[in-house]
């Protein structure tokens, strides 16, 4: 599977924004997905996962309650909502999809996308 990020961009602390995986392939529905980010200087780091359903999700701790991540099986793309946003959360986002494992750590997924970025201004 082929994954392209997007929709990152320069938004202030407390606002909103909407990340997007597009994806390739007719076996989406099948993969475990994630988003990852890595902060300038730091190693990328887990941030959200979703079952293949979407029935299961998880996040990491800072994010709870603030960030959403969602799918639609028939676009093949998944989501991140992110809403009160704050500096810390400035990275690199990047979508991966896994084949086998409902997973938290990044070398356990096959496909990535290129990553978009994210900048909040406080």
């Known amino acids: 599977v082929q994954l392209q990020a997007f929709g990152g961009g320069l938004v202030q602390a407390g606002g909103s924004l909407r990340l997007s995986c597009a994806a390739s392939?007719?076996?989406?529905?099948?993969?475990?997905l994630g988003w990852f980010r890595q902060a300038p200087g730091k190693d990328r780091v887990f941030v959200a996962v979703?079952?293949?359903?979407?029935?299961?999700?998880d996040y990491t701790d800072s994010v709870k309650g603030r960030f959403t991540i969602s799918r639609d099986n028939v676009k093949n793309t998944l989501y991140l909502q992110m809403s009160s946003l704050k500096p810390e959360d400035t990275a690199v986002y990047y979508c991966?999809?896994?084949?086998?494992?409902?997973?938290?750590?990044?070398?356990?997924?096959?496909?990535w996308g290129q990553g978009t970025l994210v900048t909040v201004s406080s």
């Open positions: 991966a999809a896994n084949s086998g494992t409902y997973s938290f750590t990044a070398t356990t997924y096959n496909y």
């Open positions: 392939g007719r076996t989406f529905s099948r993969y475990y």
């Open positions: 979703i079952s293949a359903s979407g029935g299961r999700t």
